[in-house]
């Protein structure tokens, strides 16, 4: 399965925004891409305003025109948006959306259109996500082409279990959208979780993250996470195969969604736990 890996580096409006999805769409599906993901607060990057103002539904106008993207492409594209929890909040949610297609006919039927609400939150480094954004309540994993993958976004990366559920759940790739905070470790850390949860899980993970601003002489200020790029696809044995720089880049990868077989046999650690929550 051939995977993009939309590193951009988002701004405050949500229509421009949805342009950049369309420049990026069209460059990795004249690529051959199957699958075009694109990092956490694609819709509006942290730091830019109140996230409560450009949240909607999946069926409002922003999802809605990125699905069109994605259909008139014939890839499925995934990307971090914002929708209203109920509660004053906002759920931190990755819309997959587009033509999931069947292992037999790839692009054709098998429509999608949904969103994964980030279960962890960023209440780290002094930063509490949790003021504005209400957690999720369940994993996921969809499908495209015959390929389950499973889904997470950012702080989600710290928490080893969800990954490993999401391989018992029969994903054969995880693909994670993030906005990683900039600071002294925080690339090592971002590479090092990206291994570890693809170890784990002895399921491949590609990591996309928002590049990081000041790779465009764009100020920083704040302590909102805005990214520092590094997107990498991590293999099953927690090596790395691909790995961005750190400013806007669109990365190409081939994903084996069997390769993982292999390593599940000769390491079976999903099986072989004897710990339990």
């Excluded at 995977?3 to 951009?8: E, G, H, N, P, W």
């Excluded at 759920?91 to 692009?107: E, I």
């Excluded at 465009?216 to 991590?234: D, F, I, K, N, Y």
Aim: aromatic share 6%.
């Amino acid at each position: 399965m051939r995977i993009a890996a939309a590193q951009v580096i988002s701004g405050a409006d949500p229509r421009a925004n949805s342009d950049v999805i369309r420049d990026y769409v069209a460059r990795a599906a004249e690529q051959g891409a199957r699958v075009v993901a694109f990092p956490e607060a694609t819709m509006r990057a942290f730091g830019h305003g109140p996230l409560d103002e450009v949240a909607e539904e999946l069926d409002g106008p922003w999802a809605s025109e990125v699905g069109q993207i994605a259909r008139e492409a014939g890839v499925v594209v995934m990307a971090g948006m914002f929708r209203p929890s109920g509660d004053g909040r906002v759920f931190n949610t990755y819309l997959v959306t587009g033509p999931a297609g069947s292992a037999a006919s790839p692009g054709a039927g098998g429509d999608i259109h949904l969103g994964y609400d980030k279960i962890h939150l960023y209440d780290a480094f002094g930063f509490r996500e949790s003021d504005t954004v209400a957690p999720g309540e369940s994993t996921s994993v969809v499908e495209v082409d015959g390929v389950p993958i499973g889904l997470a976004v950012c702080y989600d990366i710290r928490f080893p279990g969800q990954f490993t559920t999401l391989a018992n759940d029969g994903a054969r790739l995880n693909i994670l959208g993030a906005s990683w905070g900039d600071g002294p470790g925080k690339v090592e850390q971002w590479q090092l979780l990206a291994r570890a949860r693809a170890l784990d899980a002895t399921t491949p993970l590609l990591a996309v993250g928002q590049g990081n601003p000041a790779s465009e002489g764009r100020e920083v200020t704040g302590a909102a996470p805005q990214g520092v790029g590094h997107s990498m696809l991590a293999g099953a044995k927690g090596e790395v195969l691909r790995e961005a720089s750190d400013g806007a880049e669109l990365m190409i990868v081939d994903v084996d969604p069997d390769a993982a077989e292999d390593v599940r046999a000769a390491i079976p650690v999903l099986t072989g736990g004897r710990v339990t929550e």
